[in-house]
Structure formats: C-alpha cells, structure tokens
C-alpha cells in the first residue's frame, strides 16, 4: 500500500494524521455496487462508520444511499447530495427534532426502534399534515459472533422491537394514520466474519416477512442492515471485502414476495481498508521485560483499540534497506494518560527508533470519526491519495 514516494511525501508531514487511499475506496465502491446490482439490491452507506467529506463525496457518486444514526448525519447526507429518497434513519433515541427534521427532509423512512417512537413519530407527522414511512427495526435474536461491545441483535440489546412486542406494534400502526409501514429492518452487529451468521438472518427474516403478509401487511421493503466484517490481519491480502459471497447468500436465502426490495447497509465494509492513521515514534523505552513504542497518535486519533479490544495491524513504514534488520516486539503506546492507550501489545516489528514512521492499518471505519479533543489534542488530520477518474475492472 506504500511505495517510496508515498512515504517519503509522508515524512514533511506533521503527525498524525488518517491517509486515506481514494483509489482503493473506489475500487471497493465499484466492485460492491456492480455486485448489488447484479441482485438488484440497495445499498445505503452508514454515514457512522466515516463522514469525510471527500469520502462521502465519492460514495454519493458510486450511487449508494445513506443509512444515518443521528439528526446531523441526516443533514450532512443531505447536504452532501444524497437524494433525500435515498435515506434511511435508525437510532434508539431519536430526539423530536431530529424526528421533525427529517420529516421536512422528507427521507426514505425511519428505521422505529420502539412503539413509543411510533407514537411520537405519527403525531409529529400529522402537526405537519404528513405521512411518515416507516420500517420496524425487529430484534431477531441472531449471535452475530462478534466482539460483545458490537453485537446489537441480542435479546439483551437496548436496539430494536422484540417479537413479543410485534402484535402491539401492528395495533399502534393501525390506529396510526400517519405512518405507512414500508418495511421490516434488522442490524444484528458489526465485523461480521462468519456469513453463516446472515443466513440465520435471513432465516428470520423469512419468517418475519410470513408473518406480516398473513397479516395483510405488504411489506415493500427488507432491510437487513449491515455488518459485513473486514480482514484486519491481512489488510494486503484481502484489501476488499469478498461482496460476492455476501450479497449472494442474501440472493440465495431470503424469500422475498414479489416486487420485495433489498436493502442494506454497510459502512465499515465499504471504507475501513482505504484509512491508515500514520503517527512518529516520539520515545523508545527499552524494559527489562518490555518495550515500549510511544507514538504520538493515541487513542484520541483512534479509539478501537481502547474501546473495544480491537486489533489493528501495525507496520513500520521507514524499514526497507537492511533485510536482516533486528526484528523486537513492542507495547505500542500513545501519549494519552489512560493506560488503555495501547494499539497492540508485543507487536512484533523491526528495531525502531524515534523518527521512525509507524503505519496503523485498516482504520478507515470509525477511526476518524471517533477521534476527541481529550488531553486538548489537536484536531485531527488528513491527506488523500489522487483519486482514479475511471474505474474499470
Ligand atoms: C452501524 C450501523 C450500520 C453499519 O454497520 P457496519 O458494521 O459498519 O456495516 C448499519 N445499520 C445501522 C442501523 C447501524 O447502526
């Protein structure tokens, strides 16, 4: 991923700093969108996982959608240029504002996460003589075998409507004239590796998409979310996500009733291989039992590490000339005052020394977009590499 130039052009940079490859997020968008289209299934990007504008730039263009959490995301699609058409808005809490918001928007539909959301979502749509488009965000109780800070689509999660709710759901929906129900949604987590996971889903989906129909509701739209998982190991091996298989077992296991559509919603999928967060070795603290890299990236540039166990590859990017440079492991550090603030432990990497540049990989999902002022840390930076004017596989 890096080549001489590139590093060297590294070096009169301050750190640090997300790079982010537009080249390798084009080819990603491309090879996801001609994959869904194949299906004939939508996908909408989870502005969550990185709102850059750039980023969100090219995934406007690439022809997805937008899946937004919040009534600022809902705001930022649209100002980026999404059709308002194009989006869909889910969140345990959503404020009445944001709801309002979004009505005068006048998106896709709300992904309702609870009957009482229902309520408040119909009667600030009739204040505005509207009516709403909504899909049930069901918890279908799939383990998505992921780490447990990120599995949403337990029994024991605050997402969603369980299925002992569903039968007033309907009630609250009938008596609701301003809400049109549109459709089922599910998100059951995120770095999904495992597609067996989605074939549960489907599963689910199924029958849930049964029990609506029997109950004369035609739903137009299932939506199954996202959670597609990345290779964080192997970041060169597998820079794009295996869409093929996927989108395919969603192709072969759901029953969708005819004129049904497909929605998803992927965000780490489509953007964590093009960002590498790029930091200096500040001090080597060489231990009787450890070393320790300091960098001067921590986790205010990335959180994962710190917030959820998560392992991220870590590479030096000045080594190159002597082949049979002293291979050490270190506790690769940051200056914040937490001792949480530690990317890996024992990583093993060559002999480093201050000056050395230090590659973080695979952090363009909910890298940047979780960075904090904590300690008073400068605003985060960024640098681009040139984009392809045209993609062709
Ligand atoms: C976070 C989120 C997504 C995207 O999840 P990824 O694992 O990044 O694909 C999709 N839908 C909803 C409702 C979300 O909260």
Same mark, same amino acid.
């Given at each position: 991923m890096f080549d001489a130039n590139l590093i060297e052009s590294f070096f009169i940079q301050e750190t640090p700093f997300y790079y982010y490859d537009l080249t390798l997020l084009q080819k990603t968008l491309s090879t996801a969108k001609q994959v869904a289209d194949v299906h004939g299934?939508?996908?909408?990007?989870?502005l969550k996982a990185n709102f850059n504008d750039r980023i969100l730039n090219l995934i406007r263009e690439a022809g997805f959608g937008a899946d937004c959490v919040s009534g600022n995301e809902v705001r930022k699609a649209i100002e980026i240029g999404f059709n308002a058409g194009d989006v869909v808005f889910a969140g345990v809490g959503k404020s009445d504002k944001e709801i309002s918001d979004a009505l005068d928007y006048d998106i896709f539909a709300f992904n309702v996460e609870s009957i009482e959301e229902l309520k408040v979502i119909n009667a600030l749509a009739a204040d505005r003589g509207k009516k709403a488009r909504v899909a049930l965000r069901i918890n279908p109780n799939v383990d998505a075998q992921t780490h447990q800070y990120i599995t949403t689509g337990l029994d024991e999660n605050k997402f969603g409507i369980a299925y002992w709710q569903l039968g007033d759901a309907v009630e609250v929906l009938g008596q609701s004239e301003h809400l $049109?129900?549109?459709?089922?949604?599910f998100h059951i987590g995120s770095q999904i590796i495992d597609l067996n996971v989605f074939k549960s889903l489907c599963v689910k989906v199924n029958e849930l998409n049964n029990w609506f129909d029997e109950r004369g509701f035609r739903l137009r739209v299932l939506n199954v979310g996202g959670g597609?998982?990345?290779?964080?190991?192997?970041?060169?091996?597998?820079?794009?996500?295996d869409f093929r298989s996927y989108f395919s077992i969603f192709n072969d296991f759901l029953e969708r009733k005819p004129g049904q559509e497909v929605h998803f919603e992927l965000g780490r999928a489509l953007v964590s291989q093009c960002g590498s967060l790029i930091s200096r070795v500040l001090y080597v +603290?060489?231990?009787?039992?450890?070393?320790?890299?300091?960098?001067?990236?921590?986790?205010? $540039?990335?959180?994962?590490? /710190?917030?959820?166990q998560a392992y991220h590859q870590i590479? +030096?990017? *000045?080594?190159? *000339? @002597?082949?049979? @440079?002293?291979?050490?492991?270190?506790?690769v550090v940051g200056p914040i005052c937490e001792s949480t603030d530690c990317f890996g432990k024992e990583v093993?990497?060559? +002999?480093? $020394?201050? &000056?050395?540049?230090?590659?973080?990989?695979? /952090?363009? /999902?909910? &890298? $940047?977009?979780? /960075?904090s002022r904590y300690n008073l840390r400068d605003e985060i930076r960024y640098v681009y590499s040139p984009v392809l004017t045209d993609v062709s596989n």
């Open positions: 299934f939508q996908v909408h990007y989870a $049109e129900l549109i459709g089922i949604h597609l998982g990345v290779d964080y190991h192997q970041p060169d091996v597998h820079p794009i996500p +603290k060489n231990g009787l039992k450890k070393n320790f890299l300091i960098l001067d990236a921590g986790m205010t $540039e990335l959180m994962r590490p /710190a917030l959820y590479e +030096k990017l *000045t080594a190159a *000339t @002597e082949s049979d @440079e002293e291979q050490l492991r270190y506790d093993p990497l060559p +002999k480093c $020394e201050r &000056g050395d540049l230090i590659a973080i990989r695979t /952090a363009g /999902a909910y &890298g $940047e977009v979780m /960075a």
